[in-house]
Structure formats: structure tokens, C-alpha cells
T-cell receptor, first 110, second 116 residues
């Protein structure tokens, strides 16, 4: 069984540019989560999808972040325009009885 | 809102030494507790979890953790570490309520380095 995959693994962009991160959950998992770890800090929850619906987006930092999960399969997280403080590792997880994490996307905003 | 504290940010041990990593959480209600591990270059993976029942839980690779409700603690232990245990360890909780969504609140992580 394939695990959670994320693309790209690394992204380096300039301040003001747009970046879109993708997460493919484990097939059949209705619950999908996005988390972020800023360097040196804890992993923080961003939002939670159940199928295509946003169940909880209380962790989204601001309106520069937009998450979608059309069709309830893969999810994208777009940052537009990116700021320096958006740098970090973005993790995706999908859940049946436990959360399975992807490898993360390391985003660097210069 | 709940929070999680991990007291040790960096730990260096020699092989065969015993390990205990501290984790305390703050939340007045019922929580589920987890330890995750991230080996170098790998995904976060679940080491062990506590939902209810026996407060001493055993996980993979010889790890165990004890839930002490009165101390709001869930410390991770291993009697004898190996070089391959070098990794970052994360304590996490989620609130055990219907419709709670199961989002995880993490501690800041502990970098463990095991020296030969």
C-alpha cells in the first residue's frame, strides 16, 4: 500500500511569489490534515479535511494560504504571495485509525 | 487549548544507556497521547499511543511510555538504546471528544543522538 506522498520535496521561491504544495493521501482515507513546522518550533496544525470539506481550518495563519481538496482525493495548499515567515516544512497526513504522515515539503522563501 | 511540553531538546547517549524523554501536556479533559519518531531522511511515524486502559503502553522497537494522569505526563522510555535510535522524537496529544477532528498538538521535539 502506498503511503502519503507530497510534492515537491523542496521548493525555493522569492518573497511575493506563489507556491502550490500537493498531498496525495493513502487511498480511501477521508481525513486529511496539513501541518507546518517552522525551524526550531513545534509542528503546528493548519487544517483538516473530511473528504472535500474543510472540517477545521483554525490553524491557517492568514488569508494568503488556501487549501483545497477537490473530489476528496488529493489536496493542494497554495501560498500567495509568499512571505519570509512562511518558510518551513509542510507536512500532510491522512487518517484511518491513526495519522500517517507524508515526507513533507521543505519551503524556503528568500 | 491544549499544549505539550518536551523538556529535553537535545539528548546525547551512549549505546546501551537507558533513555527517558519527558512530555507534559496541559488540558483538563480526556486526551489521547502519542509519541512519533522521525529518523533521518524518513517520514514521521507512530512509535506508540495511549487512548485508555493500561497506562503503560508498549510500542515498536522496544519503546514504552507511561501515562500518569495526576502529573499530566507521558514520558517515553527505552532500557537500552541503540545507534539506530538516533532520531527526533515528538510527543503529541489530541482531544478525545466526539467531532474533535483528531488534530494533533505537538511538542517541540527532542533530538536524540546515540553514540557508539
Amino acid at each position: 500500500e502506498a503511503g502519503v506522498t507530497q510534492f515537491p520535496s523542496h521548493s525555493v521561491i522569492e518573497k511575493g511569489q506563489t507556491v502550490t504544495l500537493r498531498c496525495d493521501p493513502i487511498s480511501g482515507h477521508d481525513n486529511l490534515y496539513w501541518y507546518r513546522r517552522v525551524m526550531g518550533k513545534e509542528i503546528k496544525f493548519l487544517l483538516h479535511f473530511v473528504k472535500e470539506s474543510k472540517q477545521d481550518e483554525s490553524g491557517m495563519p492568514n488569508n494568503r494560504f488556501l487549501a483545497e481538496r477537490t473530489g476528496g482525493t488529493y489536496s493542494t495548499l497554495k501560498v500567495q504571495p509568499a512571505e519570509l515567515e512562511d518558510s518551513g516544512v509542510y507536512f500532510c497526513a491522512s487518517r484511518d485509525y491513526e495519522q500517517y504522515f507524508g515526507p513533507g515539503t521543505r519551503l524556503t522563501v528568500t | 487549548a491544549q499544549s505539550v511540553s518536551q523538556h529535553n531538546h537535545h539528548v546525547i547517549l551512549s549505546e546501551a544507556a537507558s533513555l527517558e524523554l519527558g512530555c507534559n501536556y496541559s488540558y483538563g479533559g480526556t486526551v489521547n497521547l502519542f509519541w512519533y519518531v522521525q529518523y533521518p531522511g524518513q517520514h514521521l511515524q507512530l512509535l506508540l499511543k495511549y487512548f485508555s486502559g493500561d497506562p503503560l503502553v508498549k510500542g515498536i522497537k522496544g519503546f514504552e511510555a507511561e501515562f500518569i494522569k495526576s502529573k499530566f505526563s507521558f514520558n517515553l522510555r527505552k532500557p537500552s538504546v541503540q545507534w539506530s535510535d538516533t532520531a527526533e522524537y515528538f510527543c503529541a496529544v489530541n482531544v478525545s471528544i466526539t467531532g474533535g477532528g483528531n488534530k494533533l498538538t505537538f511538542g517541540t521535539g527532542t533530538q536524540l543522538k546515540v553514540e557508539l
